[in-house]
Nanobody, 121 residues
Framework: QVQLVESGGGMVQAGGSLRLSCVASGRTTGIAWFRQAPGKERQYVAGISWNGGSTEYGYRMKGRFTVSRDNVKNTVYLQMNNLKFEDTAVYYC?????????????????WGQGTQVTVSA
């Protein structure tokens, strides 16, 4: 089991940037970021392999979002630039028992509590 704690959310104007952090304890493994807006399904944002050597991005996420990690700090980051109103959501990091870092939300076993990102138009 992996314990996950997100931080870094907040309110920002459209065009602004935020960097989310996910501190993972328990084991070093692949980590995925998802987001969920009110009334919508949880959406895959990005993921990174256990050593940071591979990354994946959800549909239309690459370019504005960048996932990275620092295993010394046990932290995975999601840098979000040029934020848009439609990026408003609760952002979660998640871990899979087999180390996967891409897929649907049902594939993931451990979740953080989420951090709210609100983008004002």
């Amino acid at each position: 089991q992996v314990q996950l704690v997100e931080s870094g959310g907040g309110m920002v104007q459209a065009g602004g940037s935020l960097r989310l952090s996910c501190v993972a304890s328990g084991r070093t493994t692949g980590i995925a970021w998802f987001r969920q807006a009110p009334g919508k399904e949880r959406q895959y944002v990005a993921g990174i392999s256990w050593n940071g050597g591979s990354t994946e991005y959800g549909y239309r996420m690459k370019g504005r979002f960048t996932v990275s990690r620092d295993n010394v700090k046990n932290t995975v980051y999601l840098q979000m630039n040029n934020l848009k109103f439609e990026d408003t959501a609760v952002y979660y990091c998640a871990a899979n028992r087999f180390g996967l870092y891409t897929g649907i939300s049902d594939d993931f076993d451990d979740w953080g509590q989420g951090t709210q990102v609100t983008v004002s138009a």
